[in-house]
């Protein structure tokens, strides 16, 4: 009877206390208002901002990253990992039970007794099943269950952080080879018209009104231009091969679907408000990481208290395997372990140590990461504001170098300058519609930049239409 109050008193304890401190969410300050927000901004976090381009092809080769992306697949199966590691963790608040079997046919020496008298062979059979249950008297095994469901909720976080970046790196990619094949196709034209150029110059030297001067010009020109066609072709080769590994699939040719100009940017995110910003996936795993942090504290300072732990045994055994199941074979156990540390050489000190200062560590790496979230967004803005300022200028630019260029030749034609002014505003001219195509692909940049800072509502929806799986549950039995 004794005993049994004991055993009820020990299991009504479990669950009314725990050792440790409780998680408490760090305060963090935030910016009341953004220096550079946008006016015209609109509220787009949670949309599928690069569908904002309306180009197919882009759409296409995303689904397709989200489907085949080797580190997603990676991401997904530590998910599944980590719901395996909670799944055993919560397994220790509860009992136990193994089926235990066994069985011994012993012959005996007649030489080795003293009576010398040659006894018979004997039988020994048992059949039962064993229990062991930690009583969780001081909540040490549920905090190491509230560790564990951290970890796992971390790595969902982790998950949809490669799934940001993918989007966000897919999009960039793309955009970087449209550019160079906008820079190819300006080389091309360019070097059609130093072509022509040359074969102009030839006939007016060999004719005699020109100098031999003016055709060589135009030929270092030429060559000068024809040297960059390689050289764009190479980076285009390049970029398709990396955007086929964004994609999960051998090195090969990507999909075009419309030119830089043909694009439409995205609009410009709002002002989002701090606690909206908080909800990126990088701040959520380094939140949880905290959390798990946070409770294994309690787990190295439940090593300080005696492990209470209820055991049992029942089944059937005999000497006879024939009577195995007969009245009187059966049999059982239960009893309690009581195991708690006396002299341990500063080793539970140590363990809650280092405990202490992991959870230190993860709450400077969680502020860390939030004002860093606060500078990514900060920049963002300001990039997106002055890439666009960059790109009119450039806009201007480029039109007054295609007046510049209209207005040498004529008066190269009309004798008034050299053959040099008509280089010099061919080559200032392409260079101004190279650095034009820059300029563009910087506020293309500037903007998925800005929306991978925000995170948003869309990386669960892009999930979902992707059917990325989620962890199959914890498993109950066995």
């Known amino acids: 009877?004794?005993?049994?109050?004991?055993?009820?008193?020990?299991?009504?304890?479990?669950?009314?206390?725990?050792?440790?401190?409780?998680?408490?969410?760090?305060?963090?300050?935030?910016?009341?208002?953004?220096?550079?927000?946008?006016?015209?901004?609109?509220?787009?976090?949670?949309?599928?901002?690069?569908?904002?381009?309306?180009?197919?092809?882009?759409?296409?080769?995303?689904?397709?990253?989200?489907?085949?992306?080797?580190?997603?697949?990676?991401?997904?199966?530590?998910?599944?990992?980590?719901?395996?590691?909670?799944?055993?963790?919560?397994?220790?608040?509860?009992?136990?039970?193994?089926?235990?079997?066994?069985?011994?046919?012993?012959?005996?020496?007649?030489?080795?007794?003293?009576?010398?008298?040659?006894?018979?062979?004997?039988?020994?059979?048992?059949?039962?099943?064993?229990?062991?249950?930690?009583?969780?008297?001081?909540?040490?095994?549920?905090?190491?269950?509230?560790?564990?469901?951290?970890?796992?909720?971390?790595?969902?976080?982790?998950?949809?952080?490669?799934?940001?970046?993918?989007?966000?790196?897919?999009?960039?990619?793309?955009?970087?080879?449209?550019?160079?094949?906008?820079?190819?196709?300006?080389?091309?034209?360019?070097?059609?018209?130093?072509?022509?150029?040359?074969?102009?110059?030839?006939?007016?030297?060999?004719?005699?009104?020109?100098?031999?001067?003016?055709?060589?010009?135009?030929?270092?020109?030429?060559?000068?231009?024809?040297?960059?066609?390689?050289?764009?072709?190479?980076?285009?080769?390049?970029?398709?091969?990396?955007?086929?590994?964004?994609?999960?699939?051998p090195p090969g040719a990507i999909e075009r679907g419309r030119s830089l100009d043909e694009m439409a940017p995205p609009a410009v995110p709002g002002g989002l408000p701090s606690e909206q910003l908080v909800r990126r996936p990088d701040i959520q795993q380094a939140e949880q990481n905290l959390i798990a942090a946070n409770a294994r504290i309690g787990v190295a300072r439940g090593a300080y208290f005696p492990q209470i732990s209820l055991t049992g045994n029942l089944g059937q055994a005999s000497l006879d395997l024939g009577k195995m199941f007969a009245p009187g074979a059966n049999y059982w156990t239960i009893g309690s372990t009581m195991l708690g540390p006396i002299f341990t050489a500063g080793k539970i000190a140590g363990q809650v140590q280092a405990a202490e200062a992991s959870q230190q560590a993860l709450l400077a790496a969680y502020q860390k990461t939030i004002l860093s979230a606060f500078r990514e967004f900060e920049d963002g803005l300001i990039a997106n504001s002055k890439s666009n300022e960059r790109q009119k200028t450039q806009i201007r630019r480029v039109e007054a170098l295609h007046e510049y260029l209209h207005l040498s030749r004529k008066r190269y034609d009309e004798g008034i300058t050299s053959y040099l002014e008509v280089l010099d505003s061919l080559r200032q001219y392409y260079e101004g519609q190279i650095d034009l195509v820059q300029a563009r692909i910087d506020t293309f940049t500037a903007l998925i930049q800005l929306y991978r800072a925000m995170g948003g509502g869309w990386i669960v929806a892009a999930e979902q239409s992707t059917q990325i799986p989620e962890p199959k549950p914890a498993a109950a039995f066995p």
Not at 98 to 112: L, P
């Open 1 to 249: 009877m004794n005993n049994l109050l004991f055993f009820a008193l020990a299991a009504g304890l479990t669950g009314c206390w725990m050792v440790g401190p409780d998680y408490q969410k760090p305060q963090v300050e935030t910016p009341r208002q953004w220096r550079f927000a946008d006016a015209d901004a609109r509220d787009t976090a949670n949309e599928a901002w690069w569908e904002q381009l309306q180009d197919p092809a882009l759409n296409r080769l995303v689904t397709q990253a989200l489907l085949n992306n080797l580190d997603l697949k990676v991401a997904i199966a530590n998910v599944e990992m980590f719901m395996g590691a909670y799944g055993s963790t919560r397994a220790n608040l509860f009992p136990q039970i193994f089926g235990q079997g066994a069985y011994d046919r012993e012959q005996i020496s007649s030489q080795a007794n003293y009576t010398n008298i040659k006894l018979s062979d004997t039988d020994t059979a048992q059949l039962g099943a064993a229990m062991s249950w930690e009583l969780d008297v001081w909540g040490q095994l549920r905090r190491a269950k509230e560790a564990a469901a951290a970890d796992l909720a971390a790595q969902k976080a982790a998950r949809d952080a490669v799934v940001l970046t993918l989007v966000s790196s897919v999009a960039q990619t793309y955009l970087t080879l449209r550019a160079q094949d906008r820079n190819l196709e300006i080389t091309r034209q360019t070097v059609e018209t130093l072509t022509e150029e040359y074969r102009i110059a030839r006939v007016r030297f060999e004719t005699g009104y020109a100098s031999e001067i003016s055709m060589i010009q135009s030929k270092s020109e030429l060559e000068r231009r024809l040297a960059f066609i390689p050289y764009y072709e190479e980076q285009i080769a390049q970029t398709e091969h990396a955007l086929s590994l964004l994609l999960g699939k």
